[in-house]
T-cell receptor
Framework: DSGVTQTPKHLITATGQRVTLRCSPR?????VYWYQQSLDQGLQFLIQ???????AKGNILERFSAQQFPDLHSELNLSSLELGDSALYFC?????????????FGPGTRLTVT | AQSVAQPEDQVNVAEGNPLTVKCTYS??????LFWYVQYPNRGLQFLLK??????LVKGSYGFEAEFNKSQTSFHLKKPSALVSDSALYFC???????????FGTGTRLKVLA
């Protein structure tokens, strides 16, 4: 158990809808990362937050947004969903911002868009 | 710019034989290198990392990796493979001048009984 929790585990929704994925980092970790993993594209970095502030952006679509709250949990909002958004979404946390810290991954949320 | 490459999509090895999963990187600055493992329907698990010091790094489950600066490589190794080592392995790179991570595309390891 990594100490990172994600809810829900599974989500099935229709095209055009909006969903929110939630992540609680390991106790004491200030940095949260979001990743998308689909079968043909490996692990894609979406966005990183540190202590409530956005720090890095990867291949995140404009339809997607995220935030980190004062209690350090984070939410990833996906809107106007398309079939191609079906994927596993992982949250990870690390102790600090610097690149030398390993990341601890949650179990993921499997999103299916029908 | 930083990048990482895992040249093999899949590696097959017989149980009891040594295994190697390859990773090469490109960074400007001192690299921070990581290996993660992903079992089916699970999140990635941290295995080991190189930040500085001894080029041979030991990690979880008997895995080790060797940092080779001249060849810009960080190959994952294990002296004797187990069937339970079958999983997806990811190499990742960061460096001292950034907090961004780059993950490789992953290598599927299949250990055959």
């Amino acid at each position: 158990d990594s100490g990172v929790t994600q809810t829900p585990k599974h989500l099935i929704t229709a095209t055009g809808q909006r969903v929110t994925l939630r992540c609680s980092p390991r106790s004491g970790d200030l940095s949260v990362y979001w990743y998308q993993q689909s079968l043909d594209q490996g692990l894609q970095f979406l966005i990183q937050y540190y202590n409530g502030e956005e720090r890095a952006k990867g291949n995140i679509l404009e339809r997607f947004s995220a935030q980190q709250f004062p209690d350090l949990h984070s939410e990833l909002n996906l809107s106007s969903l398309e079939l191609g958004d079906s994927a596993l979404y992982f949250c990870a946390s690390s102790a600090d911002l610097a690149g030398g810290y390993e990341q601890y991954f949650g179990p993921g949320t499997r999103l299916t868009v029908t | 710019a930083q990048s990482v490459a895992q040249p093999e999509d899949q590696v097959n090895v017989a149980e009891g034989n040594p295994l190697t999963v390859k990773c090469t990187y490109s960074v400007s600055g001192n690299p921070y290198l990581f290996w993660y493992v992903q079992y089916p329907n699970r999140g990635l698990q941290f295995l080991l990392k190189y930040i500085t010091g001894d080029n041979l790094v030991k990690g979880s489950y008997g895995f080790e990796a060797e940092f080779n600066k001249s060849q810009t490589s960080f190959h994952l190794k294990k002296p004797s493979a187990l069937v339970s080592d079958s999983a997806l392995y990811f190499c990742a790179v960061s460096h001292s001048g950034t907090y961004k991570y780059i993950f490789g595309t992953g290598t599927r390891l299949k250990v055959l009984a």
